[in-house]
């Protein structure tokens, strides 16, 4: 057996390892490995077709497994709870801000003049005339 037939053999038993991963991970990282041997057996036996063919792929996995990766990062960090992700000072505030100004608008209030001239009461909403 020559050295072109055993990267041929080789590349192709990584592609039919490839329809068996269940992650797209792995199944990236070894169609990536499956381009590079192909693309030597293609010098090797001097196979142009074959080598452009995963010269163009080689990038493209390379490319789908980099992103894949940022997405799955982002993905965890959504999927972590309130609790454990880091919360900028800002969005502290915020929050803080917005709970006080939930407790003022719960206060009863009394009849209060709008400034259209409508009157506004916490148990009757808004009417033309005075409570």
Not at 17 to 41: D, E, G, H
Not at 119 to 124: D, G, I, L
Request: glycine share 4%.
């Amino acid at each position: 057996m020559q050295t072109a037939d055993v990267l041929g053999y080789a590349a192709a038993s990584l592609v039919l390892l490839t329809f068996c991963m269940r992650s797209m991970r792995a199944l990236r990282c070894t169609a990536i490995a499956s381009n590079v041997l192909f693309i030597l057996y293609a010098a090797w036996a001097w196979l142009p077709p074959v080598g452009a063919l995963h010269m163009l792929l080689l990038p493209l996995n390379i490319w789908h497994l980099w992103h894949g990766h940022l997405r799955n990062a982002q993905a965890d960090a959504d999927a972590r709870p309130e609790h454990v992700r880091p919360r900028p000072p800002t969005a502290a505030l915020r929050t803080r801000r917005r709970r006080v100004a939930m407790t003022r608008r719960l206060r009863p209030l009394g009849p209060v003049r709008h400034p259209r001239g409508m009157w506004r009461s916490k148990a009757q909403g808004c009417s033309d005339h005075p409570p």
